[in-house]
T-cell receptor, first 116, second 111 residues
């Protein structure tokens, strides 16, 4: 059984489109994250939810909107896609917040987004 | 100065050799540290956590030097399967609940 799953794995789309990426974890974790990894391989946190509450909201364009319908799911919706949005988007989860016991983050396989 | 810095490499190392690389961090209040490995086109996976002076897991040893603000990763008897990018991760211990990720050190083990 996959612990953290994301769909789709690959996403190729035109500029200006709206797309969503879904993430689910079956680990029973309380905290979920969205990261962006660009071509230079830096992993940058975008959002984090703890018990469905938004706790990290980094400086990302408001075209990106996360939604957590329940603790096991964290989806990412992107409006008006731009060329610079092309990257790999990773979902992750952890039992606890960073700095607390159980804060190891487990990652999904990533969604490779290409905007043409 | 970047918050977490790593030598990007690549480190080209013959199979069976010992290799070590460091990661420096800028925030002296940082509380916990991790090494993740990321294979090409795959997700990062936790390799080791480093909570005190260091720890060892088989062929892997991680050490923390708080005075000089760096952590190191030592791999002994390297295997071909150790080829990956090793990401250094730092918990700055503030209230932002964010981990700070290094850009990674690429390791290539050659037969």
């Amino acid at each position: 059984d996959t612990a953290v799953s994301q769909t789709p794995k690959y996403l190729v789309t035109q500029m200006g489109n709206d797309k969503s990426i879904k993430c689910e974890q079956n680990l029973g974790h309380d905290t979920m994250y969205w990261y962006k990894q660009d071509s230079k391989k830096f992993l940058k946190i975008m959002f984090s939810y703890n018990n469905k509450e938004l706790i990290i909201n980094e400086t990302v364009p408001n075209r990106f909107s996360p939604k957590s319908p329940d603790k096991a799911h964290l989806n990412l919706h992107i409006n008006s896609l731009e060329l610079g949005d092309s990257a790999v988007y990773f979902c992750a989860s952890s039992q606890a917040l960073p700095g607390l016991a159980g804060d190891t983050q487990y990652f999904g396989p990533g969604t490779r987004l290409t905007v043409l | 100065r970047k918050e977490v810095e790593q030598d990007p490499g690549p480190f080209n190392v013959p199979e069976g050799a010992t290799v070590a690389f460091n990661c420096t961090y800028s925030n002296s209040a940082s509380q916990s540290f991790f090494w993740y490995r990321q294979d090409c086109r795959k997700e990062p996976k936790l390799l080791m956590s480093v909570y005190s002076s260091g720890n060892e897991d088989g062929r892997f040893t991680a050490q923390l030097n708080r005075a000089s603000q760096y952590i190191s990763l030592l791999i002994r008897d390297s295997k071909l399967s150790d080829s990956a990018t090793y990401l250094c991760v730092v918990n700055p211990g503030d209230s932002n609940y964010q981990l700070i990720w290094g850009a990674g050190t690429k390791l290539i083990i050659k037969p």
